[in-house]
């Protein structure tokens, strides 16, 4: 087969209507992949065992006795790396979102879904965990596949009752991670040693989440990442043919055939040995080009990489490479839209870090009273009331006072004290008294500082109402 008779093969894209994981009658094809090994196998692993340190780890860390991370959804409490966010911090939150999410598309232009397969918790846990346990309760995929068809004798009873407990025991601690992770750890060990009855609610939900992560292991697998995962699904506009992925070099490997002495045919690198398809978690054949289902595991790369040392000929038939990069071998990262999408990720990064580092850690609101505007005091004065409310995001205690920075005047609390409890929050009133001279108009703008100790931590600008001139 000439090179240009099998790039017509590979233009053939009916391999692109269906999904690899449902055959023509649309049953699920369960997939018994030949258990990896090689290089990029073992860096996965030792980088698979580190993440599943910090995942599971993750919400039992504290900085200064605060959680490090939180989630908590519920009551809008967010904890980023020791540091408190409340939905007053929408805008930071939403501008950190943004900056993710182009970072995202920036990585996958260059890099492809080198996230899926090297940190995605779905491909550890199923590929570096589960499967593991399952290749070595159930053995290879060979063994695996027959004991599919066996019947139900003592083996198969004992191999499946273990993997169930094992399975399930496992996605019970997941699922409390995960469920640590939304309300704390300290809410989480309290469900746990206090009766049912005093927390139907949590335990329900570790029910539902323990049931759904095993589903997930046990049942639906590679299809969360094929026909759930919107990433996954985003790939075909993300990518771009200089995108680096798991590639087939159909230079190098086609014509692709059995090497045999008795064929006279220039045959490629690839002698057809189907080791690359047989190891696939989703079941392609990578050969076929970039797919949607490919998660980029590596697991082909090893397989390939073993047979190209058997056959003495170089590894990196099946490697890392874009599409330009095999066409050209040149290997070119910073094309238009990179360099394009650098500079509005840098725009957003620097605002984010900007925002972030300007974060102050009260947020005060500063409104005039509801049905006032002014009162007399005295010959020259007038008086404005305002409602106070201060939120303390910090883990901290804090007696605030409040100065008038600008103009001249006198500003006085209503009550005494304005302490805020740490996360919490304190409402109160201001009398903010002026002299006449100092008005420039029906509104007068003004500047209030929020202090705490010697420490300006906010500055606010609202309008002092008088009469019209
Ligand atoms: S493992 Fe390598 S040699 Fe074997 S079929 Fe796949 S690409 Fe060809
Ligand atoms: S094609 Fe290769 S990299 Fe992609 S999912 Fe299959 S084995 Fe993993």
Redesign the pocket.
Known sequence: MSQQESFTLRTDKSFRDSLSSVDEAGNRIFFHPKKPKGRYYNWRKILSYFLLFLLFTGPFMRLNGHPFMLFNIIERKFILFGVAFWPQDFKLLALGFITLVVFIVLFTAVFGRLFCGWVCPQTIFMEMLFRRIEYWIDGDWSEQKKLVSAPWNADKIRKRSLKFIIFAAISFLIANTFLAYIIGSDALIDIITSPVSEHVGGFISIIIFTTIFFFVYWSFREQACTIVCPYGRLQGVLLDKNSINVA?DFLR?EP?GKHSRNRDEKLG?????????VVCPTGIDI?NGTQLECVNCTA?ID??DE??DKVNKPRG??RYASYTGIVTKVRKIFTTRVKAYSVVLLVLVSLFTYFLTTRTETQTSLLRARGTLYTQVGENQLRNVFMVKTINKSFDQKEVSFRLKQPAGTIEQIGTGFVIPPQGYREGGLFITLDRNQLTGVKTNIIVEVVHGDEVLETIRTSFYGPAQ
């Open positions: 087939y490997g692709r690198d690839c002698i057809d040995c189907n080791q690359c398809v050969r082909c397989a390939c047979v190209m038939l099946i």
